[in-house]
């Protein structure tokens, strides 16, 4: 049980020290800020955001950092996100998606509780509506992506961070959305449309085309357009929107921090074409700005029954989902037509669902909406995660050669998808975790609605984790987080009476994690001012007291949700002091749980009745009351060689089995063990006197050592790490906290 101790001390070096550099000199360790910096722009609320991110071609894209203030996370396998706190601001959820090699998008819409978002990013390069260009700074350059063209002038730009003319080659990335492309709702920035006019009245837009513009140097770093040389932009005419057009439209950047099209200048109609002209590069959006209206109504199919939740609906530019009753609603452009639609790929591969034109509504009016679709089988089920994580996961339906849309489980793992239309025969349900395991489930279909029931999954988000990183230049990091008990390393989580740590390290000491919480307390499960440190290889990330934590506790695993301020830094020296950090379901084993207790008699308490003790009272006792490796008691003594061999005496009489004994120069340690009992004594003649201030976590050994356990498995004995050598590991960790 010495093992606890070394594990405990470990803990302490991990989360305390875990930002050290290897150099010992003092001038290269981080400094705690005394105030550090923040990246939320509204308030971090309970919000359960989950979504799958899509390319352009529909396939799902892991690796998209999505971060949401405080909280990051990444995209798996099957493009699936989830978040339990959100950034909102001004009662709009604002999240980021970014990707190397993908155009940043940040998308917004009004908060709900829960809610369920598809996302489609664009891939740099040449292609259908994207472009990249190198050039020089000394020459004018025209940019072009599918019919949109930018006009740069030449000598006009700046180095973004400093302001300073830059000279050199300029490296361009180009996008444009065209309102008609079949992404264009899941790709826009925003989301739902919604815009400030320049006296700060709320607007409803109808966009034209967007764009946006990527510069920088060959070292990465990004450029803006110099003051005085602004950009000329040429916004073709989407087809189906000739008719009836203004002489002149406004332009629109997109406002990042509240998720909100801002005007920003004009563009005027020459010809077949709206020229305008930008003075720094974001998104930027030609949209005709109108006062806002609503529809809604209930969609069912015909037979009268509410379609599933979750159900995609189109309206306008802009999409919607339906409620568990079957009920929608979306704010639309007033004193504009438009067209209420479902399209083919959200409800089962059903060809031309449904379509409907809506006259325009007048300013502040709402007008009910009803949708009738045809009756299309659906599958349902849930989702039970047995490894402790969240039951949140991706969904679709395999028949043929062919697959549906995937559809995301709730928190609670209730999902439900259409059946492919007119398919019937055998087909297989697959199930993405949020770890990327693939469970995959046969179903008939063709017969009517299916119910799956229960689908057991076990994740691994629930099984360690994963540590999200947003430093201060935006950039952002993935820290994995290993959970001990699954690679067969000592560690978990710990808890002693008002205190709870976490340490995982795995064998290469290349991945470890390190948590503490003081004054813990089981009845609660939010927690300020906690200790965290994470290594992944070559980047760590450290907080001391800057951590919030939420514990909660499913199928003996703890799981956390972490965030805060830290240190951030890397081999390649990139290194952040205000870095912020979030992880979400990091689920660890409980390593040991007990309790303490001063000044008493270990049988007074429950300990086991083969417990050596001494007639005298033990100035400690910790009581194990549940742990993997047994339970019993620890028990701290102050004495002579006289009182080891009283206390050695007894467990040679137990009927134990004596297995291991070790002696070298005043220090003695002597292993039992048989029938899953196990008796350890430990005597150390330069031991700590144990007095009321005594801590078995933070103090030197002390002079008699006893643990006496029941139920423990023989996988648990560790003969073979003799009490000598737990001390040369204790010693070392010492030393390297005192080093740093």
């Known amino acids: 049980m010495n093992r606890m101790k070394y594990l405990c001390l470990m803990a302490l070096s991990a989360i305390l020290f875990s930002a050290c550099s290897s150099n010992d000199d003092d001038d290269n360790n981080p400094v705690n800020p005394v105030n550090p910096g923040t990246i939320v722009n509204g308030v971090m609320k309970d919000i359960a955001l989950s979504g799958i991110v899509k390319d352009t071609d529909g396939n799902p894209v892991a690796g998209v950092t999505v971060s949401t203030g405080e909280s990051v996370a990444t995209t798996n396998s099957a493009g699936l996100f989830s978040f339990s706190k959100v950034d909102v601001v001004s009662n709009r959820s604002v999240v980021r998606f970014t990707k190397l090699g993908y155009f940043d998008v940040v998308r917004s819409v009004k908060s709900e509780a829960e809610d369920t978002w598809d996302v489609v990013i664009c891939k740099k390069g040449n292609g259908d509506f994207s472009s990249t260009a190198t050039y020089t700074s000394s020459s004018a350059k025209t940019l072009k992506a599918a019919e949109m063209k930018i ?72 450029l803006q357009l110099k003051d005085g040389t602004p950009a000329t932009l040429t916004f073709p005419i989407p087809e189906g929107m ?6 002149s439209i406004p332009l629109w950047s997109f406002n990042e921090v509240t998720g909100l099209w801002e005007e920003e200048g004009e563009a005027v109609l020459q010809g077949d074409v709206y020229v305008g002209q930008v003075k720094h590069f974001s998104w930027v959006n030609l949209d005709y700005p109108e006062e806002q209206a609503t529809v809604e109504g209930y969609v069912k199919n015909d037979q009268g029954q509410p379609v599933p939740a979750g159900t995609i609906i189109n309206v306008g530019q802009v999409t919607t989902r339906t409620k568990a009753n079957g009920y929608y609603k979306q704010e639309v452009v007033a004193k504009q037509d438009f067209e209420i639609s479902v399209k083919s790929k959200n409800y089962g591969n059903y060809r031309n669902v449904y379509s409907r034109p809506v006259k325009a509504l007048e ?42 849309t995937s559809v995301v489980s709730n928190t609670d793992g209730v999902f439900s998808l259409y059946a492919p239309e007119g398919y019937s025969g055998t087909a297989t349900l697959f199930v993405t975790t949020m770890d990327g395991d693939v469970v995959t489930k046969e179903i008939t279909l063709g017969g009517g609605n299916v119910n799956v029931g229960d689908v057991v999954i076990s994740s691994a988000t629930g099984s360690g984790g994963q540590m999200g990183v947003r430093l201060s230049d935006g950039t952002t990091a993935t820290l994995n987080i290993q959970n001990p008990a699954d690679n067969g390393q000592e560690g978990g989580v710990l808890i002693m009476d008002d205190r709870l740590m976490v340490f995982s390290e795995d064998a290469s000491e290349t991945n470890y994690f390190g948590l503490q919480i003081e004054g813990y307390d089981a009845s609660k499960n939010t927690f300020e001012n906690a200790s965290v440190g994470v290594r992944d290889g070559s980047q760590q990330l450290y907080s001391e007291g800057n951590a919030s934590v939420t514990v909660g506790k499913k199928s003996g695993k703890y799981i956390f949700g972490i965030s805060g301020t830290g240190y951030y830094y890397n081999s390649t020296g990139k290194y952040d002091e205000n870095a912020m950090f979030s992880a979400n379901d ?23 009745s083969f417990t050596p003790v001494l007639s005298s009272k033990a100035p400690l006792v910790n009581v194990v009351s549940e742990s993997k490796e047994g339970t019993g008691v620890i028990i701290y003594y102050n004495g002579t060689t006289s009182d080891f061999q009283t206390l050695k005496l007894q467990a040679d009489k137990s009927g134990i089995k ?48 006893v643990a006496a356990m029941e139920n423990v498995p023989s996988s648990a004995l560790y003969s073979s790490r003799t009490r000598s050598t737990l001390s040369r590991q204790v010693k070392a960790a010492k030393m390297k906290m005192i080093r740093h």
């Open 586 to 608: 990091v689920t660890i084993d409980l390593y040991m749980m007990m309790k303490s207790y001063r000044n008493v008699n270990p049988k007074d308490i429950g300990a086991p």
């Open 363 to 404: 300013p502040g009016e709402t007008k009910r909406v009803d949708i009738t679709l045809p009756t299309l089988y659906h599958v349902s089920g849930r989702i039970v995660n047995n490894g402790g994580g969240a039951n949140i996961a991706s969904i679709y339906i395999g028949y043929g050669n062919k697959k549906t």
């Open 151 to 222: 006009a740069l002038m030449q000598d006009g730009y700046v180095t973004d961070a400093t302001g300073k003319a830059f000279s050199g080659q300029v490296n361009a990335e180009m996008v444009y959305l065209d309102p008609n492309n079949e992404n264009f709702a899941d790709m826009m920035p925003g989301g739902d449309l919604a815009a400030v006019r320049t006296g700060g009245s709320k607007a409803q837009l109808v966009s034209y085309g967007m764009t946006a513009v990527n510069l920088t140097d060959n070292d990465g770093n990004k």
């Open 242 to 247: 000739t008719e009836n057009l203004p002489a």
């Open 658 to 705: 004596k297995v291991d004994e070790d002696e070298d120069d005043g220090y003695i340690e002597i292993m039992y063990y048989s029938k899953n009992k196990l008796i350890m004594l430990e005597y150390d003649s330069e031991g700590k006197i144990v007095n009321d201030d005594f801590d078995a976590f933070d103090d030197d050994d002390p002079q008699i050592y």
